[in-house]
Nanobody, 126 residues
Framework: VQLQASGGGLVQAGGSLKLTCAAS????????GGWFRQVPGKEREFVAA??????????RYAESVKGRFTISRDNAKNTVHLQMDSLKPEDTAVYYC??????????????????WGQGTQVTVSS
């Protein structure tokens, strides 16, 4: 599966952005989808994940984004979205989408993901 992330940009604190991850070349509905972010000098950090439809399309969020970010998927269009509201300067990072077929229990670990998209920069100004 190949992934293409888009939707990043510059936004003021309190604003919103919607990231999209488009998948191609595989059976997308067999994969859990995840979003991670990374700032220079730090490890890649889990943001959110959504399970494959066969697992109920359940979602999981990092505590830092819970209540502000919403992950969703459109299996007909092979896309995963991350709606980011009430953005804060500390949300500034390069955001990456990824997919995996591992057990749902491990979806917050970047090491468990097999396919990654290129990053998209999100910058939140104060």
């Amino acid at each position: 599966v190949q992934l293409q992330a888009s939707g990043g940009g510059l936004v003021q604190a309190g604003g919103s952005l919607k990231l999209t991850c488009a998948a191609s070349g595989g059976t997308f509905r067999n994969f859990h989808g995840g979003w991670f972010r990374q700032v220079p000098g730090k490890e890649r950090e889990f943001v959110a994940a959504i399970s494959r439809p066969g697992y109920g399309s359940v979602s999981r969020y990092a505590e830092s984004v819970k209540g502000r970010f919403t992950i969703s998927r459109d299996n007909a269009k092979n896309t995963v979205h991350l709606q980011m509201d009430s953005l804060k300067p500390e949300d500034t990072a390069v955001y990456y989408c990824a997919v995996t077929q591992i057990l749902w229990a491990y979806v917050d670990s970047p090491r468990q993901y097999t396919n990654w998209g290129q990053g998209t920069q999100v910058t939140v100004s104060s």
